[in-house]
C-alpha cells in the first residue's frame, strides 16, 4: 500500500510560473524526501527534509514539511521545460528497513 | 563516477517464466534497495540488503526472492510469472543501511510479461 498521497495527481503550467506540489503522508516518518522521473525511467534524488526541519531550500527548489498536518509541499519557481516530469515524494518509516514509501506522483508539464 | 547500473534494459517473458534482474550499486555503497513501479504508480518497496543480508522486504510473494554478492552488487528474482508482474523493477543504492539516507536509483528494468 502506498502511504503518501501527491496532489494534484496532474499540473499544466506555462514555462517560466511557480509550480506547487502537494503530499500528504499517514503514519510518523524519520524524513521525507523528493524525487523527480522522466518517462518512466529512473528516479532522481532532489531534497531530503528531516522530520524537526520545516522547509529546506535547494537551487529553484522548496520545501516545506507540517509533521502536525502530516503534510509537505514542493515548490519550484521560475519553471523550465525540463522541468516536465513526474515528481514523487517518499516516506520512510523510521525504523530505515522497509524501505521507502512513495506516493503515486504528480505530472507536471512545463508548456513553452 | 558511474551511477546504478541495471540489466537487462527491457525483458520480455511468458507467464510461468522466471527471470533474474542484476543491479550493480554505486562504487562504495554497501545497500540495495529493490522496488517494483507499476504503470501510472510509484514505486513499491520489495527488497533491501545490507552487507549481504536481507535487511527488509515488503509485501511481496515467495516468488520474489533476491541476493547481495560479496562486491556488493545484487539480484532480484521472479519466479511463476504472472501477468502483473509486469513492471519497471528500480534498484537503488546508498552507503549506509536505512532507507532514511537518499537513495541512488538506476533506470530500471522494464519487464513485460505476456
Known amino acids: 500500500s502506498q502511504q503518501g498521497e501527491e496532489d494534484p495527481q496532474a499540473l499544466s503550467i506555462q514555462e517560466g510560473e511557480n509550480a506547487t506540489m502537494n503530499c500528504s503522508y499517514k503514519?510518523?516518518?524519520?524524513?521525507l524526501q523528493w524525487y523527480r522521473q522522466n518517462s518512466g525511467r529512473g528516479l532522481v534524488h532532489l531534497i531530503l527534509?528531516?522530520?524537526?526541519?520545516r522547509e529546506k531550500h535547494s537551487g529553484r527548489l522548496r520545501v516545506t514539511l507540517d509533521t502536525s498536518k502530516k503534510s509537505s509541499s514542493l515548490l519550484i519557481t521560475a519553471s523550465r521545460a525540463a522541468d516536465t516530469a513526474s515528481y514523487f515524494c517518499a516516506t520512510d518509516d523510521g525504523g530505515g528497513a522497509d524501505g521507502l514509501t512513495f506516493g503515486k506522483g504528480t505530472h507536471l508539464i512545463i508548456q513553452p | 563516477d558511474a551511477g546504478v547500473t541495471q540489466s537487462p534494459t527491457h525483458l520480455i517473458k511468458t507467464r510461468g517464466q522466471h527471470v533474474t534482474l542484476r543491479c550493480s550499486p554505486i562504487?562504495?555503497?554497501?545497500?540495495v534497495s529493490w522496488y517494483q513501479q507499476v504503470l501510472g504508480q510509484g514505486p513499491q518497496f520489495i527488497f533491501q540488503?545490507?552487507?549481504?543480508?536481507?535487511?527488509g522486504r515488503g509485501n511481496f510473494p515467495d516468488r520474489f526472492s533476491a541476493r547481495q554478492f560479496p562486491n556488493y552488487s545484487s539480484e532480484l528474482n521472479v519466479n511463476a510469472l504472472l501477468l502483473g508482474d509486469s513492471a519497471l523493477y528500480l534498484c537503488?543504492?546508498?552507503?549506509?543501511?536505512?532507507?532514511?539516507?537518499?537513495?541512488?536509483f538506476g533506470p530500471g528494468t522494464r519487464l513485460t510479461v505476456l
Open positions: 527534509i528531516r522530520s524537526n526541519e
Open positions: 562504487s562504495g555503497h554497501k545497500s
Open positions: 503514519t510518523s516518518i524519520n524524513n
Open positions: 540488503y545490507y552487507e549481504k543480508e536481507e535487511r
Open positions: 537503488a543504492s546508498s552507503f549506509r543501511q536505512g532507507s532514511y539516507n537518499e537513495q541512488f
